[in-house]
T-cell receptor, first 111, second 115 residues
Framework: LAKTTQPISMDSYEGQEVNITCSHN???????ITWYQQFPSQGPRFIIQ???TKVTNEVASLFIPADRKSSTLSLPRVSLSDTAVYYC????????????FGSGTQLTVLP | GAVVSQHPSWVICKSGTSVKIECRSL??????MFWYRQFPKQSLMLMAT?????????EQGVEKDKFLINHASLTLSTLTVTSAHPEDSSFYIC???????????FGSGTRLTVV
């Protein structure tokens, strides 16, 4: 299975931009990169998905370099409510890899 | 957006009893649903893939006779933890992918405590 590596934790302050990078050296040609957010005692929530270059939606941006061996989730102007665990997953739709969660990154936003 | 409803949100049961957890797709049909388990401070671990009208597929190391999965309709999958023991205490989460949605929709999870 494709393995993803993320920092275990990150701290930030309110109003700052936060970038969380995920390494996925074994990404396959057909794999997509998907990020989820999880609050304590809740199920994960889909944030964004991309294949290459840059994807932006109303809550985040996803930057993927040409070699696709890593990706960066960018959260603009974070607030206290963005404190959560962020997971990146890689895989094709319905594949086991797309369903395999790594250790995730605990983001703590400080006042 | 698409919603996956999970019930109950929490349950406490005595050791040796069985507990059933329901997972429903409210506004879409799901031929496939997925069940995860998450221990405190750990990541989600995929337990099994629930297939409508057929047997579930279990991940390596997951006891199929202990974690019974039934997917009798296109909107409902159930996970029954049989003869529960304290070590089965965990957070159980289901998910499904609505149609051509980019990602998966997860239920809110069920906190199981076995005493």
């Amino acid at each position: 299975l494709a393995k993803t590596t993320q920092p275990i934790s990150m701290d930030s302050y309110e109003g700052q931009e936060v970038n969380i990078t995920c390494s996925h050296n074994n990404i396959a040609t057909n794999d997509y990169i998907t990020w989820y957010q999880q609050f304590p005692s809740q199920g994960p929530r889909f944030i964004i998905q991309g294949y290459k270059t840059k994807v932006t939606n109303e809550v985040a941006s996803l930057f993927i370099p040409a070699d696709r061996k890593s990706s960066t989730l960018s959260l603009p102007r974070v607030s206290l409510s963005d404190t959560a665990v962020y997971y990146c997953l890689v895989g094709t739709s319905g594949s086991a890899r797309q369903l395999t969660f790594g250790s995730g990154t605990q983001l703590t936003v400080l006042p | 957006g698409a919603v996956v409803s999970q019930h109950p949100s929490w349950v406490i049961c005595k050791s040796g009893t069985s507990v059933k957890i329901e997972c429903r797709s409210l506004d879409f049909q799901a031929t496939t649903m997925f069940w995860y388990r998450q221990f405190p401070k750990q990541s989600l671990m995929l337990m099994a893939t629930s297939n409508e009208g057929s047997k579930a597929t279990y991940e390596q190391g997951v006891e199929k006779d202990k974690f019974l999965i039934n997917h009798a309709s296109l909107t409902l999958s159930t996970l029954t933890v049989t003869s529960a023991h304290p070590e089965d205490s965990s957070f159980y989460i289901c998910s499904a992918r609505p149609g051509q949605s980019l990602g998966y929709t997860f239920g809110s999870g069920t906190r199981l405590t076995v005493v």
